[in-house]
């Protein structure tokens, strides 16, 4: 006996087989144990913010469409306009794929409603699933202690995710960075569009990071510094909450790894931040110099990803890692 059930997904269908194995022995068909496989196909994701309206952000565009991705997670900050009018059209040919976080310069009442329209979503703060992943989008604009309505939608629906045994990955991407080398503009202008230097979001990293390593959550994704960062895999400490705790220093392949990597892109097409001091030392690699995107490619019945940042008219990435579960 057999079942099968069908998602759908953009450019991409997930077929899920459950059946019970058959066994040729002594020319004797002999059931033997109810086994529960998902066939997944490799598939791939991209993901980048503080995108603008620019050439970067065209070529940032095109390297994407290029690469093929079935999904495409935006980070926030996206047209830097009044409206979300040059932003929309740029991203017409990645429209049917793409989610995004609400950036601190998306969060005017005309932005918000603009987005909500065109992504078809209630509130700002959301989440959906893709294939095996369970995306989550919290919003840094919002209210977000463990009062709040964030607060308790976020803790709800990673409670319902981690007990859905046909989720093996739990991605939450947001624009405020939880951890951060601080970074700044290069060049102050007349209307720069950070007034200060960026740095870590205590109130978010403080109150949602528990929750993250409660739910066993690997992955997590955030711009607003407009350069690439990638942690270590690292947990809360309750006792020094800025030095978190490395639960592995290996610099590129992780096994079932304990703790979060956190993964700055916001290299979509503004103009890029320069880091300020010394490197974090919860932060592996950094790049300050180049636009481009990051890649997580599934492979292995869903179970691996690759990690790759791809600078802008690149062939090679700048950063790889690899994630086995």
């Known amino acids: 006996m057999y079942s099968i059930s069908m998602q759908m997904l953009d450019f991409k269908t997930v077929v899920m087989f459950t059946f019970t194995t058959i066994i040729l022995y002594s020319s004797i068909l002999i059931p033997s144990q109810i086994l529960a496989i998902k066939e997944i196909a490799d598939f791939s994701i991209a993901a980048v913010g503080d995108w603008g309206c620019n050439n970067n952000t065209s070529k940032t565009i095109a390297e994407i469409v290029k690469s093929q991705p079935e999904l495409v997670i935006g980070l926030g900050d996206n047209s830097y306009e009044v409206t979300g009018d040059c932003w929309l059209n740029l991203i017409q040919p990645l429209s049917t794929r793409i989610h995004t976080a609400f950036g601190n310069h998306d969060a005017s009442p005309e932005l918000v409603n603009q987005y909500l329209k065109y992504f078809r979503l209630a509130k700002t703060y959301y989440s959906f699933n893709f294939g095996n992943i369970h995306f989550i989008s919290i919003d840094t604009n919002a209210p977000l202690d463990v009062n709040s309505e964030e607060y308790k939608f976020v803790k709800s629906d990673l409670e319902t995710a981690s007990s859905n045994k046909s989720i093996a990955w739990i991605i939450p991407f947001f624009h405020i960075p939880a951890y951060t080398t601080p970074s700044g503009e290069r060049i102050m202008t007349l209307l720069p569009t950070e007034l200060a230097t960026v740095t870590s979001y205590d109130t978010l990293r403080n109150t949602y990071q528990p929750l993250f390593d409660k739910y066993g959550i690997n992955i997590v994704l955030q711009a607003h510094a407009h350069n690439y960062q990638r942690t270590y895999p690292i947990s809360f400490n309750p006792s ?86």
Request: no cysteine.
């Open 240 to 325: 020094n909450p800025s030095n978190p705790i490395i639960t592995d220093g290996e610099n590129h392949t992780y096994q079932n790894p304990k703790g979060q990597i956190f993964l700055t892109v916001g290299t979509g097409g503004r103009d890029l931040h320069q880091f300020v001091g010394g490197k974090a030392p919860y932060v592996i690699t950094e790049e300050d110099t180049q636009h481009g995107y990051l890649s997580l490619k599934f492979i292995d019945n869903g179970t691996s990803v690759i990690g790759r940042f791809y600078p802008n008219d690149r062939i090679n990435p700048e950063d790889e890692f690899t994630i086995l579960k």
